[in-house]
């Protein structure tokens, strides 16, 4: 198994994790406050969508943009495209370095699963926790990035 499709795994279980973690919260959830200076879940998803977006530029050797913030429905639609951007340029783009791939692993995408934890944390907090998951036999595939995710175990 070659380090590319390792990382569009970890991609593809980033997408589920973060579904898994906001699929069928309350209304209230995207806005809920845990304390002061705590990012509420809208805030956390736009930096995660930031950091995916941005995370493909550089891999492309780009300067990166930010990206503006959005209402809750449009940043998750938002942050699954920026996903699928970075899936296709590991899938289709030469690779860089190996040394700026490890730089990239653990920094952007490790902060990413990070925020996916506060965003189940939040979750909780907000009075609707989520199911626990075997997560090490959950249905996820290589390329498979958008929201629809299968939220099963095979």
Do not use: C
Not at 11 to 21: D, E, N
Not at 38 to 53: D, G, K, Q, S, Y
Not at 70 to 81: I, S
Not at 88 to 115: C, K, V, Y
């Amino acid at each position: 198994m070659d380090y590319i499709y390792l990382l569009r795994h970890m991609l593809a279980t980033l997408a589920f994790r973060t579904q898994h973690a906001i699929r069928g919260a309350p209304e209230h959830y995207p806005e809920f406050k845990a304390g002061k200076n705590v990012w509420t879940p809208l805030r956390i998803l736009n930096h995660m969508t930031e950091i995916a977006f941005t995370t493909n530029e550089i891999y492309l050797g780009r300067d990166a943009s930010k990206t503006e913030l959005l209402p809750w429905e449009e940043v998750v639609d938002q942050f699954h495209a920026a996903l699928h951007e970075l899936d296709n340029s590991l899938l289709e783009a030469d690779p860089p370095a190996a040394n700026r791939i490890l730089q990239l692993f653990q920094g952007p995408w490790l902060d990413m699963m990070t925020h996916v934890g506060q965003l189940m944390t939040l979750r909780r907090l907000a009075g609707s926790p989520v199911e626990t998951e075997p997560y090490y036999r959950s249905n996820i595939r290589v390329g498979q990035v958008g929201p629809e995710q299968p939220l099963e175990t095979v």
